[in-house]
């Protein structure tokens, strides 16, 4: 099993920056691929960014793509989403999730999920 927990979530007005991390145990972490994906209210959840286990491949959706960066770092077991040049429409819960395969973006594919943090993006 892995644990996952996140934070840094917030209000923030648009133009704003926030940095989400996610905090990983149970597993070894070098082990596990890692993204964050969203979900608004009355949306299907939708995948953000991800990383692999090595670090050395990143994905993100187009519509972030310039403004949030993924990250890991894998002495202190987290993944770090670093948001910037934030708008409404990014506003939702975003969820930390992990899986022990390789890289894949698809919510389907990844077994162990935080409890989300809420992002609000006021305008």
């Known amino acids: 099993q892995v644990q996952l927990v996140e934070s840094g979530g917030g209000l923030v007005q648009a133009g704003g920056s926030l940095r989400l991390s996610c905090a990983a145990s149970?597993?070894?972490?070098?082990?596990?691929?890692m993204a964050w994906f969203r979900q608004a209210p009355g949306k299907e959840r939708e995948f953000v960014a991800g990383?692999?286990?090595?670090?050395?491949?990143?994905g993100y959706v187009d519509s972030v793509k310039g403004r949030f960066t993924i990250s890991r770092d894998d002495a202190k077991n987290t993944v770090v989403l670093q948001m910037r040049s934030l708008k409404p429409v990014d506003t939702a819960v975003y969820y930390c999730a992990a899986r022990t395969g390789s890289y894949t973006e698809s919510g389907a594919n990844f077994d162990f999920w935080g409890q989300g943090t809420q992002v609000t993006v006021s305008s």
């Open positions: 149970g597993r070894i972490f070098t082990s596990l691929t």
């Open positions: 990383i692999s286990r090595r670090g050395d491949l990143t």
